[in-house]
Every structure is written in C-alpha cells, then in structure tokens.
C-alpha cells in the first residue's frame, strides 16, 4: 500500500515537472517572440499600457501563433483581453492568456468523449491543420445542446408507423416488410388533395413496410447524427424540413398521379448536406491526404473529398436506380425516386446555405447566393406548377379524414 502511494505521488510528481518544463518552454518562446513589441511599445510611449490588439494579432499571425489557438481562444484575446476596453493588450496579460491556453493545444489532455466528437467532427469537417488546429473543434462543436432532432425525428416517425400497424393489422392491407401504408391517412401526400398543403411535409412520418421504415432510419441517423453534432439541431431541422418539402414537390411535377409516404426526401437531404460539406471544404478535406502509412493512409484516402464524393454518388446512385427499377418494372409500383432527387439537390443547396462554415472564403460566399438564388426559383417553379399545371388527378374537395 504504501509502495503504491510512493509510485503514485512519483507519476504525480513527474506530470507536474513536465507540465512546468512545458509551461517555461512557452514563457521563453513568448519573452524571445513578443516580449520586445511590448518593450518597444513602452520605450516609444511609457504611459501606454499595452500594444493594440491588432498589432499584437497580425504579429501572431505572422508568426504562425494564432493558428495553434483554439478558436475560443483567439475569442478570448480580442474580445475579453481588453479590461479597460482601450484597444490595448499588456504583456502580463497575454502571457497569462497563452499559458491558460496551452493544455488546450495538447490533445492528450481531452477526454475520451472530447475524442469522440472530435473523430465524428472529422468525418463531417477534416482538419485543415495549416488553418485551425482538431482542437478548435471540440470548442466550436459540442453536445450542448445534445443532436435532439434527428433522433426525435426518428421517434416520430417509428411512433406513427406502430400506430398505423396496429390500425391495419386486422384489414385486407396489414403492415408488411414493402407493403401496408395507409392511404386514407391525413398525413400521406395525395395529388388529388394538394390543397392540403401540410401534405407536403406531413407524408415523412408515413412509410409502405418496416422495410422502408428501417432504411430510412439507418440513413437519417448515420448521416444526421454527425451533422448535427457539427452544426447544431436548427440548422439540422432546416436541411432535413426543406429537403422532405422539396421531395414532395418534385414527386408531384414528375410522378404527377402517385401517392407519396416515406421520410427519403428527407435522408436523401443529409446525403446532400454531406456533399455540401465537401464543396464547402473542399481544400481541408485535401490537405496532406496521401501522408501517413498503414490504417492512418487509409482512413486520411477515405476521408479526402474525392473519396466521399465516389461513395455518396455509388451509394445515392445504387438507391436511386433500384427506385426507379422498381417503379416502372412493376415490381413495386409506389416507389417515389423524384422525391430522393429533390431531396438530395435541396440538400445541398440548402446545406451550402445553412450550415456551419467557420473558414468561410470569398468565392464561397458568392456560391452562397448563387444556391440561394437557385433554391427559391425551383420552390417558386414548383408551386407555380402545383397551382397551374392541368394534368394533375382531379381534386377531391370532400373534408379531410371524413
């Protein structure tokens, strides 16, 4: 026992040592890199008390400091550094600040759930080492508030399909693997009932078979549950809300006679969002993604953008042609593939627009308006078309769920 509190105030002993060997390799680093712009400063003027918070950021810049403070971090200097609110920074203070940052930098020093949502946060934003450190993230991206949406969507949707199985079950058309969606409920889309403009959105929670409800569910929480992580359950609801909108809009342009159940639009959205995670950055997905050797080159090939690019478009293109199949072999004749389109191109249109980008550059911000732009005019095309197109199923105007 007492060997082990010996051994124990030892390993203590040696962490403290290091953590003060590292601490006085960064005060020597600061007093041979800042310490003379501050000095220089009091020589040229002694009641200053500090240097300009620009100053002292473009040196940092210069120097390749900023890009290894986390991204709260470099909130805190120029934002909170400035007690007398005077647009000066003291010596004192901003070694105070860079010592309080330093465990940051270590990545040893995250815990194992910090690692975690560092490791989802890669597969949706890689690191771009040459611009924010892995770091960065976890103080940019946490679990505060927990990814809520996608998973109350799920409930949602599987409470409704229980219910409407308990409902059918004793009909001539009981919940099976591919069939048994309730076409008389007030939620699935009917084209002769598109007045009823909730249909449009409401038709998510419906699904023809728990074959159906499955996959689709497997979708939205593989892909949504990182996004979410990353962007926040608002921005989530947007990219998932607008894409099930879009799905239904484009079902009814080109399969204008058909019912529409299933929350596709909506997974197919997440796929979309993922494409757009890759326009958007596509240069850090790209940085250094042939470096490293065994598993490490490997998992840096699948992540670079060209890769997740190859497998959206095989995975998306494999789904969708056996939609199509199905619909038009006859072999399934209620299987809405315009939805899956409309939902993935709202995905990334969308995606580009809402989700978070925190390197934003000039050119993306022109791609901004550009989707913006595009999204509104095929929303505006396809309600213009509801309302206007003539050879749509006539419409039923008896009172709904009588």
Not at 65 to 78: A, D
Not at 162 to 186: Q, R, W
Not at 325 to 338: F, I, L
Request: with cysteine; aromatic share 12%; hydrophobic share 45%.
């Amino acid at each position: 026992m007492e060997m082990d509190r010996t051994l124990e105030r030892s390993r203590r002993g040696s962490a403290q040592r290091s953590k003060r060997g590292v601490d006085k390799e960064l005060k020597q680093y600061l007093d041979q890199t800042f310490e003379p712009l501050f000095k220089e400063a009091r020589e040229q003027d002694p009641e200053q008390p500090g240097i300009p918070l620009s100053t002292l950021v473009d040196k940092m810049s210069s120097a390749g400091v900023m890009s290894r403070i986390p991204y709260q971090g470099r909130t805190r200097l120029v934002e909170q550094y400035d007690d007398n609110e005077d647009g000066f920074i003291s010596y004192e203070e901003f070694k105070q600040l860079m010592l309080s940052e330093r465990p940051r930098l270590n990545m040893s020093k995250l815990s194992t759930f910090q690692k975690f949502i560092l490791g989802v946060v890669v597969t949706v934003v890689p690191e771009n080492s040459r611009k924010k450190p892995p770091e960065s993230y976890i103080e940019a991206y946490s679990c505060c508030p927990p990814p809520i949406f996608m998973i109350l969507v799920s409930v949602l949707e599987i409470t409704v399909f229980v219910v409407y199985a308990i409902e059918l079950k004793d009909t001539k058309t009981p919940v099976t693997a591919s069939s048994g969606v309730p076409i008389y409920s007030p939620f699935i889309y009917n084209p002769e009932r598109r007045y009823e403009a909730w249909r449009y959105l409401t038709y998510m929670v419906l699904h023809s078979g728990y074959v159906h409800l499955i996959m689709n569910l497997i979708w939205q929480l593989l892909l949504g549950i990182p996004l979410e992580l990353v962007h926040k359950w608002w921005r989530m609801a947007i990219v998932y809300i607008l894409g099930v909108i879009a799905g239904s809009l484009a079902h009814s342009i080109f399969d204008s006679y058909s019912y529409l159940a299933g929350a596709s639009g909506g997974a197919y959205a997440l796929v979309g969002a993922h494409v757009a995670a890759v326009i958007m950055n596509w240069e850090e997905m790209q940085h250094k993604w042939m470096e490293g050797a065994g598993c490490r080159l490997i998992l840096r090939i699948m992540l670079s953008a060209p890769v997740r690019l190859l497998l959206i478009f095989i995975f998306a293109a494999a789904d969708v042609g056996l939609a199509i199949y199905k619909r038009y072999s006859g072999e399934e004749a209620n299987v809405g593939y315009a939805a899956h389109f409309g939902g993935a191109l709202a995905g990334v249109l969308v995606g580009s627009i809402a989700l978070k980008n925190l390197d934003k550059k000039p050119w993306e911000k022109i791609l901004w308006w550009v989707f913006m732009s595009i999204y509104l005019l095929l929303v505006a095309f396809a309600v213009l078309w509801n309302g206007f197109y003539p050879d749509f199923p006539e419409t039923d105007w008896t009172p709904c769920c009588s």
